[in-house]
């Protein structure tokens, strides 16, 4: 199985990379558009900002590229939100996957933001949670969020309620960090690459 | 609910964990990669390597010790020491660290901070801020807490805060290396003006000490070093006594 981590101008893209060579996969760590395309699965990481990511993928191209892909793809982080139509994160026009808007979270009652660190997540379902994920803690580390929507297929609550996890066809993506949350984000890759 | 943060915290010189009492007495306690899968295993919720040497001898760059760290390890982690340039942080976070902590650099050049949040984002900068209470005041000291400065501590996390940081680890000096307690009031005042999170460091020496760090001082992270170097608290019991009562742990 070939599995391609985007390579683009994110931090800890890496870090993706070295899970999945935990879990004895070798994936090709590329932003060459064909390999991309010619992969069994595509993964999508990063931490960053939005509209410097975004001006990235559009200069090489890859913002035509990752929403006409018909493998799975996993979004991750950052890699989720720009999976998404818009983000407030510098008034961004992201590709448009899920026909969502990013919002800014905004500190509330003595909760801080970013919201950093781990989260339990629930009402968990589709192919990416076939273990026993629901009410189990990931990592998280974003200061931007996607509301619970109808693509929504796993739910945390910090400040409001807001997408962990969603899902359309082929795309999936998480808010939290599987390749960071321990053995329950192994997990989740696990499943992945299952698909 | 987001869950409170057990960080263990490696200081790193010459490729070798050590622990300074006071910044000064250091022990060695082992391989840093070798000790922070330890306590990954152990249920830390996130590590920091500190290279103590770099502030004071100038290294650049620790991106090898990243990217051993970001292999063996499915945690987040945290690399400091020394680091003064967009270049650093982008050869740590391109080695797989999830975030970087600044500390000197920033006091002598604050802009750092927003130079570094507007590339990478506010979420992988923490400001690491060093300080000792002086005449009635917390003062910030640099150079590993060698060299004192103007500045006050409450007023220069607020400046990091709207500067970019995405998070404050915050080391009272006059509680590192005694086990006497974190500084719960700085704390507590810092946790109160602040919309970002907090890590405590510096005191820590029973469980008693982490259970007040949370209620007390609501920081969002306890961080400890030589407790866990030496085994005189084990993280899972640690863990299991917060959560009876009735702290958010994972």
Redesign the interface.
């Known amino acids: 199985m070939k599995v391609a981590v985007i390579d683009y101008n994110a931090g800890n893209t890496r870090s993706v990379y070295y899970a999945l060579q935990r879990l004895g996969v070798d994936a090709i760590f590329t932003e060459k558009i064909p390999e991309i395309e010619l992969a069994d699965k595509v993964i999508f990481p990063g931490v960053g900002e939005a509209s410097s990511t975004m001006q990235y993928l559009k200069d090489s191209g890859l913002s035509k590229v990752i929403p006409s892909l018909t493998q799975p793809v996993l979004g991750i982080c950052l890699g989720m939100q720009l999976m998404c139509k818009w983000s407030e994160e510098n008034d961004t026009d992201c590709l448009g996957i899920f026909d969502l808007n990013v919002q800014k979270f905004l500190p509330e009652q003595g909760e801080k933001v970013p919201h950093m660190g781990w989260n339990k997540c629930y009402d968990v379902k589709g192919e990416l949670f076939r273990g026993s994920i629901e009410g189990n803690y990931t990592y998280f580390v974003h200061s931007y969020y996607v509301p619970v929507c109808q693509f929504t297929s796993a739910r945390c609550d910090y400040i409001h309620p807001f997408s962990a996890a969603m899902q359309r066809d082929n795309f999936f993506a998480t808010q939290f960090h599987p390749e960071k949350s321990g053995l329950v984000g192994a997990e989740i890759l696990q499943n992945f690459l299952k698909i | 609910?987001?869950?409170?943060?057990i960080i263990p915290c490696l200081d790193v010189m010459n490729g070798r964990t050590v622990k300074g009492i006071n910044f000064e007495q250091l022990r060695d306690a082992g391989d840093p990669v070798e000790l922070g899968k330890l306590y990954?295993d152990a249920g830390a919720?996130?590590l920091v390597f500190l290279d103590i040497t770099a502030t004071k001898e100038k290294r650049k760059t620790l991106a090898a010790l990243a990217?051993r760290v970001?292999?063996h390890l499915?945690?987040?982690f945290t690399i400091g020491g020394g680091i003064a340039s967009l270049e650093d942080v982008d050869a740590l976070?391109?080695?797989?660290?999830?975030k970087v902590s600044i500390n000197s650099s920033a006091v002598r050049d604050p802009e750092l901070i927003d130079r570094l949040s507007?590339?990478?984002?506010?979420?992988?900068i923490v400001v690491a801020i060093d300080a000792r209470e002086m005449d009635g005041e917390w003062r910030v000291h640099v150079a590993g807490g060698t060299i004192p400065t103007d500045r006050e501590l409450f007023s220069w996390a607020r400046e990091a805060q709207e500067r970019g940081a995405?998070?404050i680890l915050f080391t009272s000096m006059d509680h590192d290396g005694t086990k006497n307690g974190f500084a719960l009031k700085a704390l507590k005042l810092m946790s109160g003006s602040?919309?970002?999170?907090i890590i405590a460091s510096g005191g820590a020496g029973s469980i008693n000490d982490f259970v007040d760090v949370f209620t007390i001082a609501?920081a969002?992270?306890g961080l400890a070093a030589s407790i866990f170097h030496f085994q005189e608290i084990s993280i899972p019991e640690l863990k299991s006594e917060l959560k009876q009562k009735g702290i958010p742990i994972?």
């Not at chain 2, 609910?1 to 943060?5: D, G, I, S, T, V």
């Not at chain 2, 507007?118 to 992988?124: E, I, P, T, V």
């Not at chain 2, 602040?194 to 999170?197: G, K, M, T």
């Open positions: 609910m987001l869950a409170k943060r990954s919720d996130e990217d970001a292999h499915n945690i987040p976070l391109d080695h797989g660290a999830d507007k590339k990478f984002g506010s979420q992988c995405g998070e602040l919309s970002i999170p609501e969002d992270a994972r």
